[in-house]
């Protein structure tokens, strides 16, 4: 069960993949317009009523990019989701009582957990940040940072009442639905809460507890790496292009952020690739092709380049790539994952969007694509990140359970 944009979804049907194929049935419970994503995957689909990007493109999500960053924008969001959470208690208990483990990803935690143990299923927590209280930064969700030990805890601490605070409704009406209390039964265990990076790119804390695993990724399933036509011939008529991407984010003014995107690639003489996403991006000329949506895992190994907003799954991609980055930050984990970037060499500085301009973005990527160092480090990165097999805790822990 999962909730959020594709990258919240997309390494979900890897690991619903290893799953099946391991023998079990799985069955993917995420919002309807993903359900393509499991196609081939050997997987069933429960679909959520919430459509992600209708509710950024409405009124109300719109209002998001005049929140500024950080707390003012969480507070917002938190309330824009309070208000959505309820909706999805209906298909969340469906899928649950034909089932006999629920893996909740951080998104659906609070909510599934509850189900969970109304229904006495085990379940297991699968998120793709590091979300409990650490001494040893600050909270992804808040851009990462560190607000020294015991402030970073405290404010781990703060984000997470903040996420419960999302589902109190919904929790106190399913608790409802489901009768008398039968938790802490056999049945109702809590397997281990199993984080879907690398520990090569975030250490585990030293001050989590033994129940909090890091497992490596869990690469996106994807039936059909192939590119498609337009897109290989502009790759095989010139030097390797950058790409560039902001995923599921959203901005103001798409037209003005594209048009300063491709000014300052073509002041660094660099061919660009450029992904539409969910904002909207677009660029034209011969050295230019915008794209909708294709395999990262087939497109990235051919970049020069990956400037993109850092979300969970895009920058597992870019690393999985072995290709240099720039991060260009949008809002919430996308900050910590940009800083890491940065921290482990594989690019050379963050051009956040809020404070995004021509002449940053055409220095950054200059030093990435022309500083072989960058490079090198990824690669190496790109080799440790490919040996590890993130699925193989998953599954131990869902037999451990009784899957």
Known sequence: MTAGSRGDVAPYTGLGHALSRAGHEVTLVTHGRFEQLVAGAGMRFHALPIDPLAELESERGRGLHRSGSGVGKLVRVVGMARSLAGTMTDDMLAAARSSDLLLLAGSTAPLGHTIAEGLSLPSI?????????????APPMLGGGSWGGLGNRVAAHGVNLAIERVFS???????????????????????????????????????????????GYWWPYVGDAR??????????????PVFVGLGSATVPDPARLSATVVRALRAAGLRAVIQRG???LEGAGDDVLT?????????????????????AGTTAAGLRAGVPAVPMPVQFDEGFWAARLVGLGVAPAVVPLRRFTAEALTAAVRRATEDPSYGRRARALAEGLRAEDGMAPVLDAVNGLGG
Request: hydrophobic share 40%.
């Open 227 to 240: 590119l498609p036509p337009e897109l290989l011939d502009f790759l095989d008529a010139g030097e390797p």
């Open 278 to 280: 969910w904002g909207g």
């Open 125 to 137: 927590e699968l998120p793709l940040q590091p979300l409990a209280p650490t001494r040893e930064f």
């Open 169 to 215: 409704a919904a929790v106190q009406d399913a608790r409802a639905r489901l009768g008398p209390a039968r938790t802490r039964t056999r049945g109702a265990r809590r397997g281990p809460v199993l984080h879907g990076f690398s520990t090569l790119v975030v250490p585990r804390p030293h001050d989590w507890g033994p129940q909090l695993r890091v497992t």
């Open 291 to 311: 794209i909708g949506e294709v395999p990262h895992c087939a497109l990235f190994p051919r970049m020069a380049a990956v400037i993109h907003h850092c979300g």
